[in-house]
Nanobody, 127 residues
Framework: EVQLVESGGGLVQAGGSLRLSCAAS????????ITWFRQAPGKEREGVSC?????????SYADSVKGRFTLSTDNAKSTVFLQMNSLKPEDTAIYYC???????????????????WGKGTLVTVSA
């Protein structure tokens, strides 16, 4: 059974940092691309960052987080991290990690392309 488990969310003041983790199990890590999504109340799910594990490890970021968020991996532990710095109140959301099996191209930041999802971790940034 494939499982993705997020952790590391919490409450932080604007300008602060958090590090999210996504631990994957039940899958061959390098056979899946991994994407971090977030969803704020009343808004659509947004693809924040992803890594093309199945190709060359290329990482992409949404413009809204570029320069502030960094995705990294620990392949030995099948874990993906999202380091979030200079957090803003508009970063408040539930953050999810998701896995795409056998992607046709590089990693996707579209929810409809994902095969597996974690349950999410809440990030709250106070002003």
């Amino acid at each position: 059974e494939v499982q993705l488990v997020e952790s590391g969310g919490g409450l932080v003041q604007a300008g602060g940092s958090l590090r999210l983790s996504c631990a994957a199990s039940g899958l061959t890590f390098d056979a899946y691309d991994i994407t971090w999504f977030r969803q704020a109340p009343g808004k659509e799910r947004e693809g924040v960052s992803c890594i093309s594990n199945t190709r060359d490890g290329t990482i992409s970021y949404a413009d809204s987080v570029k320069g502030r968020f960094t995705l990294s991996t620990d392949n030995a532990k099948s874990t993906v991290f999202l380091q979030m710095n200079s957090l803003k109140p508009e970063d408040t959301a539930i953050y999810y990690c998701a896995a795409e099996r056998r992607p046709a191209y590089y990693c996707s930041r579209f929810p409809e392309d994902m095969n597996y999802w974690g349950k999410g971790t809440l990030v709250t940034v106070s002003a």
